[in-house]
Every structure is written in structure tokens, then in C-alpha cells.
């Protein structure tokens, strides 16, 4: 018979395993960011144009923020910390407050 604390551990383990997956997957993506703007920048002979990193240049560079779709605490927490986890990621955040399973439809 499982506990209902042992499944409760369970699903925080799977959680968290996920949770660490996005972010190494995010990490990454901001990385390759980085490295295609230096690239494109150095007028790389075999530089290819990549749109989707191509609109994170002004991510990359400061000029614009990151905006974070957040409704919990810890959610708020983790955008923040991640944009200014180390020099290199020191990128600006900005927060929009989001109404869980709501398409934003109100009062339609």
C-alpha cells in the first residue's frame, strides 16, 4: 500500500526532475542566444540567420525584457533569480500576472 506521503514525495521528485529539465533546457536556448548574436556580430563567414534566436538579440542585449507569465509567489521568485542568476544571464524581467485557467475572456 503506497502512503499518501509517499506518493505526495513521489510527485514533488517528478516535479522537481521537470522543473530542473525546463530550466537547463532555457539555460541552453539562452546560450545559443548569446553565442548566434556574437556571430552575427562578428560577421561570421558561415553565419545562417535563425529567427527565432534572431528575436532574442534585443533579449540578449538588454534592450528588452523578459516577460514572465506568473501567478504564484514561487513563480515570480524563480523568474527573477533566473534573470539574474550570473553576469552573463543579467537580463531584465518584466512580470504580467496570470489568471490560472482563465483565456482571458472575462465577462465574456
Do not use: H, W
Not at 26 to 55: H, I, M, V, W
Not at 64 to 84: Q, Y
Amino acid at each position: 500500500m503506497v502512503t499518501a506521503a509517499a506518493s505526495c514525495a513521489v510527485a514533488f521528485e517528478q516535479q522537481k526532475q521537470q522543473f530542473d529539465k525546463d530550466m537547463r533546457e532555457l539555460n541552453d536556448f539562452f546560450e545559443e542566444s548569446r553565442r548566434y548574436a556574437q556571430a552575427k556580430a562578428a560577421k561570421a563567414p558561415d553565419f545562417r540567420t535563425n529567427l527565432k534566436l534572431e528575436a532574442m538579440i534585443p533579449v540578449i542585449e538588454g534592450k528588452e525584457p523578459v516577460l514572465v507569465t506568473a501567478v504564484r509567489e514561487r513563480a515570480i521568485r524563480d523568474a527573477i533569480a533566473f534573470c539574474g542568476q550570473t553576469e552573463d544571464q543579467d537580463c531584465s524581467v518584466s512580470i504580467r500576472r496570470g489568471l490560472q485557467g482563465n483565456s482571458g475572456n472575462q465577462g465574456a
